[in-house]
T-cell receptor
């Protein structure tokens, strides 16, 4: 079945780069997403990548996709205190369930001074 | 443009009581989703609507959960009767394009 896995915690120093990793199982995934959730809030879509792309860059965010290994990563350059949140990796399977999104358990990013 | 609105934000009830959550999606968004988010987990889809039609309710526990989306705009999710294990955050999301779902702040339910 479909599954998305991520490490639970990541701690980085302010100003360094953060790299959050994710693996997924469904090779037919059409879209892969990164969402951000701050305390007490809903999920905010940060970026997504189509499965025929290897990389997508958007300001401080870089998404890398290794489709062969089913590995997705999110790099946040110059990490700031406002980046503290839980980051969810998610995939959208292909076929008739195209609108269904499967989420990982989230990676809690903490920033140390 | 207003985002997805949910109410109430917090609800505490005793087990076996009924509870209802309300969602107002972003104007013009035809697709509406209800998700369940347990502590330390990602959201899990309960039901998806296209306009007023429930097109995916395979994960909705139909013995106690029900949902409706009259007129294809606002939606209500109900639990009757609530159980201790239903304590979680209930998230509503909407989209006009399957690529981008916009989430509301959620309703945190505590069942005692």
């Amino acid at each position: 079945g479909e599954d998305v896995e991520q490490s639970l915690f990541l701690s980085v120093r302010e100003g360094d780069s953060s790299v959050i990793n994710c693996t997924y199982t469904d090779s037919s995934s059409t879209y892969l997403y990164w969402y951000k959730q701050e305390p007490g809030a809903g999920l905010q879509l940060l970026t997504y990548i189509f499965s025929n792309m290897d990389m997508k860059q958007d300001q401080r965010l870089t998404v890398l996709l290794n489709k062969k290994d089913k590995h997705l990563s999110l790099r946040i350059a110059d990490t700031q205190t406002g980046d503290s949140a839980i980051y969810f990796c998610a995939e959208s399977p292909g076929g008739s369930s195209a609108s269904k999104i499967i989420f990982g358990s989230g990676t809690r990013l903490s920033i140390r001074p | 443009e207003a985002g997805v609105v949910q109410s109430p934000r917090y609800k505490i009830i005793e087990k076996k009581q009924p509870v209802a959550f309300w969602c107002n999606p972003i104007s013009g968004h035809n697709t509406l989703y209800w998700y369940l988010q347990n502590l330390g987990q990602g959201p899990e889809l309960l039901i998806r609507y296209e306009n007023e039609e429930a097109v995916d309710d395979s994960q909705l526990p139909k013995d106690r959960f029900s949902a409706e989306r009259l007129k294809g705009v606002d939606s209500t999710l109900k639990i009757q009767p609530a159980e201790l294990g239903d304590s979680a955050v209930y998230l509503c999301a909407s989209s006009s394009d399957t690529n981008e779902q916009y989430f509301g702040p959620g309703t945190r339910l505590t069942v005692t």
